[in-house]
């Protein structure tokens, strides 16, 4: 009979504990409707910059191979972007800038000659990455660098 007793008393408070147990992951764990929880919050604007700096891997898919790393300073001026990218590629140093335009999701590179290759651009600067493709009449290729902080 005491045994009886004993593990009423046990399943009793076991369901005590059980219910408490529940009321709490109801009340602290599920998001109440009543408060901010629950309610979509805008994403914040991205924020402004002037200057960036990158470095990553080119890669050429025309004619000959001529991969390598390179760094680019990002300067914004006024609507545009002055890119000055530098590196070296076996053995031999290089460095030339393009003004890109629009928006960093869209840019435009400005058309320039570099090594006697006319080259286009087309990019982007979206989460700490600059990726973009160029076209020229010898190489064609893309880049994705990573912002270096």
Known sequence: MIRFLISIIILFIGCQKEDQIKKRYINEIIP?????????????????????MFEGEWKTTKNRKLDGIMKCHVRKNGNTYDAKFW???????????????????????????????????????????????????????????????
């Open 87 to 149: 590196g070296t590629w076996q053995g031999v140093d290089f460095e030339y800038n393009v003004e890109f335009e629009g928006p960093l999701e869209n840019l435009k590179g400005k058309p320039c000659v570099i090594d006697g290759a006319h080259y286009k651009w087309q990019g982007s600067i979206i989460n700490e990455e600059f990726k973009c493709e160029y076209t020229s009449n010898r190489y064609d290729g893309f880049f994705n660098l990573k912002e270096l902080k």
């Open 32 to 52: 109440n409707p009543s408060n901010n929880l629950s309610e979509k919050k805008e994403d914040p604007k991205p924020k402004e910059w002037n200057e960036k």
